[in-house]
């Protein structure tokens, strides 16, 4: 089983790491992408990635020094809210050795990489639309991401991809996925006064936390998801389909 995971905006530039660092599969298309963002003006940037201008400077400035930054590894520079889910600052080294295996996280700028790939500051969302020769990123990536992931599936002997990604990372894998692989992507929920509802935060901060429940107990039977049931949640088999298994939480 294949997890995957979205990025994170929220990045960890300070606390050390135990870990060796991984080359990205990706490293060198990184990189040119990375050059060729540098050419953007802030305005470009805050334009595209609908950011403020503060944010623009910064990541213009990521993109020009970009060659010259320290890279750490993804799992530990990511930090937003599925990353607290994850929370690798708490997990032994063969839980990271399992999901540097098993997981894979999506991205703008290098395509797809395994948690301790050496990667570098960055913000460049797959939903963006420019690329180096034009057009989307999602459309720059897509076939070459996909192929790269059903090629680690077939090395397995797996056909079944656990989708924790949003759906804008997502896409770059969708339209390529065939029939014989099972895609599950579980839905979370919160059982309010107003009945079940998706609220963002908590749903992010699950799929971190559903990730790293698979790691600990090195799930390879999807059915063994069910299982899931830290921070509250529980499957809940009346709403569930076999591709979208239901986890709900009490408000």
Not at 10 to 18: G, H
Not at 24 to 35: H, L, S, V
Not at 224 to 242: H, I, K, M, Y
Request: some cysteine; hydrophobic content about 45%.
């Amino acid at each position: 089983m294949l997890i995957l995971l979205s990025p994170a905006k929220t990045l960890n530039l300070e606390s050390p790491f135990p870990d060796s660092p991984s080359e990205p599969r990706f490293a060198a298309e990184a990189g040119r992408i990375a050059r060729a963002a540098a050419k953007l003006k802030p305005d470009d940037l805050a334009a595209l990635m609908n950011i403020s201008a503060a944010l623009a400077e910064l990541n213009a400035k990521r993109f020009k020094t970009f060659a010259k930054a320290e890279a750490r590894p993804a799992i530990r520079m990511f930090a937003g809210d599925v990353y607290r889910g994850f929370d690798a600052k708490s997990a032994e080294p063969a839980v990271i050795d399992y999901a540097q295996d098993h997981v894979r996280i999506l991205s703008g700028l290098y395509g797809v990489l395994r948690p301790l790939d050496a990667i570098r500051p960055y913000r460049l969302e797959m939903g963006t639309g420019w690329s180096p020769k034009g057009g989307k990123l999602v459309d720059h990536w897509g076939r070459k991401v996909a192929r790269a992931l059903f090629a680690e599936l077939a090395k397995e002997g797996s056909n079944t991809i656990l989708n924790l990604a949003s759906r804008e990372y997502y896409a770059v894998v969708g339209p390529f996925v065939p029939k014989k692989l099972r895609v599950i992507a579980p839905d979370f929920r919160v059982r309010t006064a107003k009945g079940l509802q998706f609220q963002s935060f908590a749903a992010k901060v699950a799929r971190g936390a559903l990730a790293r429940f698979v790691c600990d107990e090195r799930i390879a039977d999807p059915e063994s998801l069910q299982q899931f049931d830290r921070d509250g949640w529980r499957f809940d088999a009346a709403g569930s389909t076999p591709q979208t298994p239901l986890f709900v939480r009490e408000q």
